[in-house]
């Protein structure tokens, strides 16, 4: 059965980093893009960073620009999301998710229904 398993979140000072790791298995999403999202109760999940099956492109949300980097190994099947500068904002359980329909494109989805398979979620709690 294929699955995204997110792990690497926890609780952090204001100002510390923590790497976040999306490990994907049972099949492949070496040709999908990937992104990241992340969401707080009561709202809506929200876009913060995406790449390319190949790596060659990233975005970010301007709340992640700067501070957040994404990245993958295709040869561990696994996506990452460092994230540095924390504040209390960034609070939150944050989601990986592949783009199963697109095929090594150069196009980067940045809406959460243009991604149809998400893993688990991972919190991270930032204290001041």
């Known amino acids: 059965q294929a699955q995204l398993v997110e792990s690497g979140g926890g609780s952090v000072l204001a100002g510390g980093s923590l790497t976040l790791s999306c490990a994907a298995s049972g099949r492949t999403f070496n040709n999908n893009p990937m992104g990241w999202f992340r969401q707080t109760p009561g709202k809506e999940r929200e876009f913060v960073a995406a790449i390319t099956w190949d790596s060659g492109r990233t975005y970010y949300a301007d709340s992640a620009k700067g501070r957040f980097t994404i990245s993958r190994s295709n040869a561990r099947n696994t996506a990452y999301l460092q994230l540095s500068s924390l504040t209390p904002e960034d609070t939150a359980v944050y989601y990986c998710?592949?783009?199963?329909?697109?095929?090594?494109?150069?196009?980067?989805?940045?809406?959460?229904?243009?991604?149809?398979?998400w893993g688990q979620g991972t919190q991270v709690t930032v204290s001041s």
């Open positions: 998710a592949a783009k199963l329909t697109s095929f090594r494109s150069s196009i980067l989805p940045t809406k959460r229904h243009e991604y149809d398979f």
